[in-house]
Every structure is written in structure tokens, then in C-alpha cells.
């Protein structure tokens, strides 16, 4: 209790300095008050009364401070003090000084940017009302569902207040006669009431605007949309723009900030669901096998729990499976949340971030003890001053106060200097774009989670790297010191300032370990065949539907913009594709062996990835065809199915290799399908995925509104981009169109692992910085206070090699120690990170080779400049000073 | 009038500890209670009292609250803590032994007689 009382009592000194001193000249007011009333009851008269009582009370100024010091007010001057004179010692030692506020800039700087990060994707709840209750329906781990199942899954559960849905699309926008692409969430009509979103200007739709299939021609424009493609402009709302040709009616503005519950996608507007088939061409709302990526979004009634929720529709579930067995199997669902696509990008995301702050703190704490082993070796060298202070009666808790001020000081300044860093950084991820084709944003403003954050960090990293030096302080021996006998600290087996650059060491090497074992596993999946070349080769895409083409027309069309695309100078191969591999978008389907007789999911052969190409892909791709033969012009509706398949489909699905050319298997629909051709196995959805079945179909069979010119030419992409535009824009001039290298198309699907590679990278070199640092602190520390020692030895004829040994063996043993254990933690703890972002890898020899070559680098160039300091020794010189 | 005896260093603390254990007292209070109970005897030096009291207050053997006096100004009193009881009973021992101890000191000796 009294403890407390104090405790408390100290704060409020410290917090209301102010209110504490007002407090006291009340105390001593009232006290004369009281003194003149006894006085005046004397018969005295109030203003006599109240002069004698003051003269009694005596001199209340000097009272009052005599009070103020013993209520402790004096502390927080003390502090202040000591900061003063901490600034002014440190004034005096600018490089240790800039060595601590860089270290610690970078080392907060990078904990304040993971942080943010972590704070912004993770922990940060939607920027919507309630958005505990939010939750998605998930189902075999994916969001995705089909618009019937949607249906029934919103009117039979009891336990959601509503159940919205959203998919997105690409369509053309027109308001000016210039057609440009767009980013649309097709989204169902109770998605701004199930979300609570208010409309920034004019209205939202809702429920009660559809009425059937393309009912609902409105827009509703995203803030940032609407500032940048309409200029702001309040006068839109009303208006009509075409929307892949056809009018559709702009009818509100979302508020700023808004973009539904999906983070990462920053969607151009909101358009019906309903409307779905002007959009897209086709539509599937009807079709209820078809899982298309419609994700759910509801809000759980209040009071119901998520158990409750599922037990409700998994009952919804069963009526499926009993009604519809051919399309609907095993409906067993789960609740996930909607940001990061559920379980797509939630646990990956989740476990990548928590282990990337795990090891940013690790990078703190290796900056702390670095700062340590530094902080301790000043403290060494200020013996002397220390001493002296307290043969002059000064408190040792006073001085280790002295020394800590000085630590939070440093502390202070490098912390806010990172944080700045870091918001910089943040600000810049925000408004980044990593993948040019679509709006692929990571939003990660900092809050002031990220503030207090780094604030904290940076205090309780002076407080550690600032308390190093308590023991020193309380050994001290004024007297022994002042007599100048310098400190004697050998005979000591392990130094703290040896046990700090060995953790250090060890930290570093994990952290370096982890970054080569992601680097190399990068840029090993970067090399692994992908089943096509994407040097050289320029994508254009663009979507039929965006031009309203009908789906009769298209397949013409796609032709004639082939043909005019070869016909450009410089132009080689070339194919189309609805989708190539490693873009972002993956299409799964089921197949079946030829004898299968009951075609439900469940009884599928493979689930594989799908594509539908056109003749001379394959050479334009440069995806090899291993036997039979590529399509042909001639492969059109009026002929059988034909597929060309890969290797571990035909594994897969006819459990044989080359024996798969003229075979048969069968498609969800029942539909019979050749096999004519053989090709390579690739990466389709993930770089670092193991190899999947995959088949290819004729486009002509299976036409595609989407379509994907792939080229391969020599030429510059920027100018080649030009001239495929003017090509296309005079085959029609309402089509747009985008163009990119086949390498910037793969960002999409990179995204993960480049970012997780680049991350670990810097966190990497922070490491092998931080090493350097660390070795060289210690290893010229050691030389300097054994310079004395080193002299005689070189004087009684000790040969360079010994007095390097004696001089440097300690750190560098620290340093072998240090790496070793290092290492082996990485080992572990990268298999660990590398599994959330790449397939796991065995252990890899080249890894610890690379890291022990890395540290030894670190080492001799750490220890460079002690050595030579300690080889040029002049033993007679050295002698002649003491 | 007899000189008012002269304060020993160090018992200021357990004179105020004494007196404020009667019960709760103002400043002021305590320095008339101090004056009462050691017979007009102790007087105390008024501006001391203060420093004293924050003392207290800080090693939390006091609390103190704003209230308002028997003649209706507002005025801080003080009341002791559990500990500020458990300090007085160890002073006062202390005070004691110390007391008889001395005062055995300087009672004549038989060898001076």
C-alpha cells in the first residue's frame, strides 16, 4: 500500500508540476488564513491579524521551495539537469553519438515500418460500423461461391442480418468518347446497407432497385475515383456514361476512404451484381455450378455467436446438397473474415508479418546490445570521470541516472528520427502500385498505434542499452581510481560487453541466414522452368465485352486482331490466350476419366488449370510441345473437343506419360475431350507451386470475351506498345487496351515472394551492418586497452601473428560462437518463413556455406583496422607515453 | 516565560506522525496540537512544518485531502497511513530507548558523587 501511495504520489509530481505548485502556495494561504483567524479572535483586526500571521509563517517563498524540494518536484529539475548535461557529454562525443542515433534510427525505423504494416493489414479493424460482426462464408478454404447458392444461403440462415455479395470486373468506361479501363465491384444490392456505409454525395443502391437481370444500370464512383477521373466535380451524380457501351447512371459518390471489406483493392466504383451480364457479356448469375470468385460478405446478427452461424448454415448446406446433388457436394462452411480474401491471404499474410516483426525486433535487439557493448566501452573510458564524481559525494544511483538520462536522450532522438523514416516509408508503400494492371494497393497509413509504438520501443531500448553500465558504475573504486590505477577487468572469463557481441553475432547470423535462405529460394523458383519464357515477350490485354461484341462475333474478331498484330515489323510468334499463367487469375476445373458415369465434384479425377489459347501460342509462349501436335484454325465448334494437357495431367489423369495423345476425358458438362498434344509441365497459379495438372483448350471451342495477346519480339516495349495500340484502335477505336512486358505480368503472382525477399534482404543487410558494427567496436576496444600489453609483448620480440592472436583471438571467437549458433537458429527459423512463402526446401549445403562466407567476410573486414592499429604498434613510443 | 526547548534534529517527523495520529488536522492544526500536547513546551519554527509534512506524504505515512475547517476555510488535512501508524509505534520505541539511554548517561554517577 505504501508503496502504492508513493508511487502514485510520484506521478502526480511528475505529471502536474504545475497544479503540484499552485497546490502548495494554497496549502500556505490557508494556513496563514487559519493563524489570522485565531489572532483576529484576539481582538485583533483582519488586516493586522492576517500581516502578523504571515510575519509568523516566516519567509513563504523560501517555505515554499524548501516544500517543493521535499515533495520531490526537485526530481523532475534533476531530470531536466541531467539531460542538459547529458547533451552537453554527448556534445562532446559526436561520433559515438551519430554511431547510436544512426543504429537505432534504422533499427526503429525498420520495427516502426514492420509495425505498420502489421497494424495496418493485421490488427487494424475495417474502417467500418462494427466490424467485428463482419464476417465471409467460406467453403473448402476459398470465399468463392456461385450467385444461386449465394441466394439461398441470404434467405434461409437466421443468423446473419444480412448477407451481401461482390465480385470484381474490368470494364471499358466511357464518358468522353474515350474509352479507358476500369476497376468495377459488382456487388449485390444490400452491400452498402450490409457494410453501413453512408454516401459521400448523392445515394447508394439497394435491395429494392433490382428487379431482375440488368435492372440496375447505376454507378456508384469510389471517392479517389471520382476526384481523379471526375475532377471532383458534384455535378456528375445524374449523369450517364457508357459502361462497356451500354448507358448506365451515376448516382452517388462512396465516402473517402471506402472501399468495401477487402484491403488491398482499391476499386474504380460499384455497379449492381444484376447487371453482371452487360458487364461481363455473359453472366452466371444462373449457373449454379459455377463457383465464380463471388465472395460473401454478412453481418452476424447481434448476440449470435460464429458457432451458432456456421451450425445455421451448414443446415442451409444440407438443403443444398439434397436438392442439388449434380453441382452442389459436401457444402460445409466456415466463417472467415473478408480483408485478405479469408484463408487465401489471411494465414499467410498473418504468419509472414508476425514472423517479419519477430525478427525486426530481433534486429532491435541486436542494435541494443551492439549499443551495449559500445555504451559499456565509454563507461570504461569515463571511469576515471565517474570516479571522480563520486570521491566528490556524488550518489551512484544519482550518476547511473546520469548515464541513463544520456541513454533515452540518444534513445529519444534515433527513435523519432526512424519513425520519420518509417512514415516516409509508409506513406510511399500507400500510394505504391505494384502491379501496373490493376488498382493493387497496400494501404498501411500509419496511426497512432505506430507512434506510441515506436515511442515505447525507443524508450525501453535506452532503458536496455542505458542500464549496460550499472554494474560498472556500482564497482567502481573512487579511490583506486584516483590513485590512477586504470581498471583492471582481467582474469574475468566473459566480459558482458563479450556476452553482448556474442548474441549480437548470433542474432545477426540468423537474420542473414534467413534473408539468403529467402533470396536463394526466390531466385531458384525465378529460375525454375515455368513452363514458358516471359523474356522478350509483350502481353496486350483487353476485353471484348468492353467494345460489346457478341459472343458470336468475338472469335473474328480475336483473329483479325491477330493477324493485323503479326503483320507489325518486328513481331514474332504470336497467340492468344483468355488467360495466361502466373497473372493473377486462376482457373480451376474439374475433369473426369472417360468411363465416369456420375460427373459430381467429388468423383473428379484432377482438379486442373485451365486455358483457353489459340493456335501458335504455344510458340509464342515458347512453352514446349513435348508430342502431338499444337491447334489449328480448323479446331472450331463444328469438330470434336481436343486438349492439349501437361505432363502431370496425363500422370495425373491417365496415370501414363506419351500413351495420353489420343486419349479421352471428360469435362464437368459431360462433354467428351482428346488429348492431341503433350506440352511441359509450368508454374500457373504460385512461382513457388509444385508441379499441377494443367490443360489447354481451343479458344475456338471454348470462346473467350477475355483476351490475352501474347508477342514475342525484340523490339523496345515502349515503342512496340505504341504501334500495337494505333493497330487495334484502327480496328476499333472503342476498345481499350493494355500493354505490359510478360515480366511486369508475373508482378501479380511475384507480389508475395518479392516482397517477402525484399524484406528479409533489408533485413538482412541491417544484420550483417549491425555485425560489422559490433565486431569492429569490440575487436578496436580490445586492441586500444591492451595497447600497453601488446607493446611489451612486440618489445620482447613477440612475432605479428601472436600479437594478432592475443589481440583479436577473444572477438573472433566470439564471432565463431556467435555465427554457429546464429546459423543454426536461421536454419530452423527460415524453414519456417520460407514454408509461408515458398515450398519448403531441404536443407541446402550452399546456404551454409554462403552464411559462413558471409561472417567470415564480416569478420576480417571488422577486424581489419584493429589489426593493422595493433601491427603498427611502435613498442618503444607506446613506452615512452606511459 | 521559559525558553521554548530547541527541536533535536530528526524529531519533527515524529512529532507531526504523533500528533496527526489524534486524528485529522490542517497545518496550522497540527502546530497548535504540537504546541498542546508538549505543554507550550515545543514550538515549532512555522515554515518547517511544511517541508515535514510533503516529507511524510512522499515516504506515504500521511494522506492528505482539501476539506473545510471548524471556522469555514477551505484547508488540507492530514491523516496517517497504516504504515505512518506502524512508523509512529516504531519511533516512539526508538524514542524511548534512545531517551532512557541518554538520560542514564547524564543522571550523576556514584564515582562523581
Known amino acids: ?882 | 516565560m521559559a525558553h521554548p526547548a530547541q527541536l533535536l534534529p530528526g524529531t519533527l517527523d515524529l512529532l507531526i506522525l504523533r500528533a496527526v495520529s489524534l486524528g485529522p488536522l490542517h497545518g496550522y492544526g497540527v502546530l497548535l496540537r504540537i504546541r498542546q500536547i508538549s505543554g507550550e513546551a515545543l514550538v515549532i519554527e512555522q515554515g518547517a512544518l511544511y517541508p515535514g509534512l510533503f516529507r511524510l506524504l512522499r515516504q506515504g505515512l500521511l494522506k492528505a485531502k482539501w476539506g473545510t475547517s471548524e471556522n469555514n476555510r477551505r484547508a488540507k488535512f492530514y491523516e496517517l497511513t497504516r504504515a505512518g501508524h506502524a512508523r509512529l509505534i516504531e519511533e516512539t520505541e526508538n524514542w524511548n530507548r534512545l531517551a532512557s539511554a541518554i538520560g542514564a548517561a547524564l543522571a550523576p554517577q556514584p564515582e562523581e558523587a
Open chain 1, 1 to 882: 500500500m505504501r508503496l502504492l501511495d508513493a508511487l502514485r504520489f510520484r506521478f502526480a509530481v511528475l505529471f502536474h508540476r504545475s497544479r503540484m505548485n499552485s497546490e502548495i502556495e494554497n496549502e500556505l494561504r490557508s494556513h496563514v488564513e487559519l493563524c489570522a483567524d485565531d489572532l483576529e479572535r484576539s481582538g485583533l483586526s483582519r488586516q493586522e491579524a492576517e500581516r502578523l500571521a504571515r510575519i509568523e509563517l516566516g519567509g513563504q517563498a523560501r517555505f515554499a521551495e524548501a516544500s517543493r524540494e521535499a515533495v520531490g518536484i526537485q526530481f523532475v529539475e534533476t531530470l531536466f539537469r541531467d539531460i542538459r548535461f547529458g547533451t552537453r557529454m554527448l556534445r562532446k562525443a559526436p561520433g559515438f553519438a551519430a554511431i547510436v542515433i544512426i543504429t537505432l534510427a534504422l533499427a526503429i525505423g525498420a520495427n516502426a515500418l514492420v509495425f505498420g504494416v502489421l497494424n495496418a493489414l493485421v490488427l487494424r479493424p475495417l474502417d467500418l460500423p462494427h466490424p467485428e460482426n463482419l464476417y465471409s462464408i467460406a467453403r473448402n478454404g476459398t470465399l468463392a461461391m456461385s450467385y444461386p447458392d449465394y441466394l439461398d444461403l441470404r434467405d434461409q440462415n437466421r443468423t446473419f442480418d444480412g448477407l451481401a455479395a461482390y465480385t470484381s470486373t474490368q470494364v471499358g468506361l466511357d464518358s468522353d468518347g474515350n474509352p479507358s479501363r476500369a476497376f468495377a465491384d459488382e456487388v449485390t444490392g444490400n452491400y452498402f446497407d450490409v457494410l453501413g456505409a453512408q454516401p459521400y454525395l448523392g445515394r447508394f443502391f439497394h435491395s429494392s432497385d433490382e428487379h431482375g437481370p440488368d435492372s440496375a444500370p447505376y454507378i456508384v464512383l469510389s471517392y479517389s475515383y471520382w476526384q481523379s477521373h471526375f475532377q471532383a466535380d458534384p455535378a456528375v451524380i445524374g449523369h450517364t456514361v457508357q459502361l462497356n457501351k451500354r448507358p448506365f447512371t451515376m448516382i452517388g459518390v462512396a465516402p473517402p476512404g471506402f472501399h468495401g471489406p477487402v484491403l488491398f483493392f482499391t476499386q474504380d466504383f460499384f455497379v449492381p451484381l444484376v447487371n453482371q451480364a452487360q458487364l461481363e457479356g455473359q453472366s452466371n448469375l444462373a449457373a449454379r455450378g459455377t463457383q465464380s470468385i463471388l465472395m460473401s460478405v454478412g453481418r452476424l446478427k447481434v448476440g449470435t455467436t460464429p458457432e451458432q452461424t456456421i451450425k445455421d448454415l451448414n443446415l442451409v448446406g444440407l438443403y443444398l446438397e439434397r436438392n442439388y446433388p449434380k453441382t452442389d457436394d459436401k457444402m460445409r462452411f466456415t466463417l472467415s473474415r473478408p480483408e485478405l480474401f479469408g484463408d487465401f491471404g489471411g494465414p499467410p499474410t498473418r504468419a509472414f508479418l508476425t514472423a517479419l516483426t519477430i525478427l525486426a525486433a530481433l534486429v532491435l535487439l541486436a542494435a541494443c546490445a551492439n549499443l551495449g557493448s559500445l555504451v559499456a566501452a565509454r563507461t570504461a573510458d569515463r571511469s576515471r570521470e565517474i570516479a571522480l564524481r563520486l570521491a566528490l559525494g556524488a550518489g551512484r544511483w544519482r550518476i547511473l541516472r546520469q548515464l541513463l538520462a544520456e541513454g533515452l536522450l540518444l534513445s529519444l532522438v534515433g527513435g523519432s528520427a526512424g519513425l520519420s523514416i518509417s512514415v516516409v516509408l509508409l506513406r510511399w508503400l500507400s500510394a505504391w502500385q505494384p502491379i501496373p494492371k490493376i488498382p493493387f494497393r497496400v494501404v498501411v497509413s500509419p496511426d497512432a498505434r505506430v507512434y506510441v509504438s515506436a515511442l515505447l520501443l525507443s524508450l525501453l531500448s535506452g532503458i536496455l542499452f542505458g542500464s549496460i553500465p550499472l554494474r560498472q558504475v556500482f564497482r567502481t573504486d573512487p579511490y583506486a581510481m584516483v590513485k590512477g590505477k586504470s581498471p583492471s577487468a582481467h582474469g574475468r572469463r566473459i566480459t558482458i560487453r563479450e556476452f553482448l557481441l556474442a548474441l549480437q553475432i548470433a542474432i545477426c547470423a540468423l537474420l542473414i541466414t534467413c534473408s539468403i535462405v529467402t533470396a536463394r529460394g526466390y531466385f531458384r523458383s525465378l529460375n525454375d522452368n515455368l513452363g514458358f519464357e516471359p523474356h522478350s515477350a509483350v502481353l496486350m490485354d483487353t476485353d471484348l465485352t468492353m467494345a460489346d461484341y457478341r459472343a458470336d462475333q468475338m472469335p473474328a474478331m480475336q483473329r483479325r486482331i491477330l493477324d493485323s498484330l503479326r503483320a507489325i515489323p518486328g513481331v514474332g510468334a504470336a497467340g492468344f490466350a483468355n488467360l495466361t499463367p502466373l497473372n493473377g487469375t486462376f482457373r480451376g476445373s474439374n475433369v473426369f476419366s472417360n468411363s465416369a458415369a456420375d460427373l459430381r465434384a467429388a468423383n473428379a479425377s484432377a482438379n486442373v488449370a485451365t486455358y483457353d489459347v489459340s493456335p501458335g501460342y504455344f510458340a509464342a509462349a515458347d512453352t514446349r510441345l513435348l508430342a502431338g501436335r499444337d491447334f489449328s484454325w480448323r479446331d472450331d465448334p463444328s469438330v470434336a473437343r481436343v486438349a492439349v494437357v501437361n505432363e502431370k495431367f496425363a500422370r495425373t489423369v491417365f496415370r501414363s506419360g506419351d500413351s495420353a495423345l489420343g486419349r479421352f476425358f471428360k469435362m464437368q458438362d459431360g462433354t467428351r475431350v482428346q488429348v492431341v498434344g503433350l506440352v511441359d509441365d509450368g508454374k500457373y497459379e504460385r512461382i513457388g507451386e509444385n508441379p499441377r495438372p494443367a490443360m489447354f483448350l481451343s479458344i475456338l471451342q471454348y470462346p473467350s470475351s477475355q483476351t490475352t495477346v501474347v508477342l514475342r519480339s525484340n523490339r523496345d516495349p515502349e515503342q512496340l506498345a505504341l504501334a500495337l495500340r494505333g493497330t487495334v484502335h484502327d480496328l476499333d477505336s472503342g476498345l481499350p487496351v493494355f500493354i505490359q512486358t510478360w515480366n511486369d505480368g508475373l508482378a501479380i503472382s511475384l507480389f508475395p515472394d518479392r516482397m517477402a525477399t525484399i524484406a528479409l534482404t533489408v533485413l538482412g543487410v541491417m544484420g550483417a551492418m549491425l555485425s560489422l558494427t559490433g565486431i569492429f567496436g569490440v575487436a578496436a576496444y580490445s586492441v586500444s586497452t591492451r595497447l600497453k600489453e601488446l607493446g611489451i609483448r612486440m618489445a620482447l620480440g613477440a612475432q605479428p601473428a601472436e600479437v594478432l592472436r592475443t589481440a583479436l583471438a577473444r572477438p573472433l571467437r566470439l564471432l565463431v560462437f556467435g555465427s554457429a549458433a546464429g546459423l543454426l537458429i536461421g536454419i530452423a527459423a527460415s524453414r519456417m518463413i520460407a514454408s509461408i512463402v515458398f515450398q519448403p526446401t531441404p536443407p541446402d549445403p550452399m546456404v551454409m556455406v554462403t552464411v559462413v562466407a558471409c561472417m567470415s567476410f564480416l569478420g576480417v573486414v571488422a577486424a581489419w583496422i584493429p589489426a593493422r592499429r595493433a601491427l603498427s604498434l611502435h613498442p618503444l613510443a607506446l613506452l615512452r607515453e606511459e
